[in-house]
């Protein structure tokens, strides 16, 4: 699975940005698409997700009404639309086009992650 993430870059406060996920290499019917994001120093973490078979999508309690994932299925891409930025929204931002709830928390298929986009969001 060959995955690419493009769309981040330095924002203000009360920005917005958009990234896309090309995922390729495999078949992508099961389970989720998501995104996560690591910042400096922390875990990785979930902050959208979104079903393959679908449109069912799933956010992260603070980005809920901020952040909005979708789909291209036909194309294997995913995208994060992100309005209202905070810098303690400054991460990198990976995608994983086979994400799963295992019971307690999101995660992707070890071998299905992008090398990452970095967003910095500036006060």
């Known amino acids: 699975v060959q995955v690419h993430e493009s769309g981040g870059g330095l924002v203000q406060a009360g920005g917005s940005l958009r990234l896309s996920c090309a995922a390729s290499g495999g078949t992508f019917t099961k389970n989720a698409a998501g995104w996560f994001r690591q910042a400096p120093g922390k875990e990785r973490e979930f902050v959208a997700g979104?079903?393959?078979?679908?449109?069912?999508?799933y956010y992260r309690s603070t980005v809920k009404g901020r952040f909005t994932i979708s789909k291209d299925s036909a194309k294997n891409i995913i995208y994060l639309q992100m309005i209202e930025l905070k810098p303690e929204g400054s991460a990198v931002y990976y995608c994983?086009?086979?994400?799963?709830?295992?019971?307690?928390?999101?995660?992707?298929?070890?071998?299905?992650w992008g090398q990452g986009t970095q967003i910095t969001v500036s006060t």
């Open positions: 994983n086009p086979e994400t799963y709830w295992d019971g307690n928390r999101w995660r992707g298929v070890v071998g299905s």
């Open positions: 979104i079903d393959w078979e679908g449109d069912r999508t």
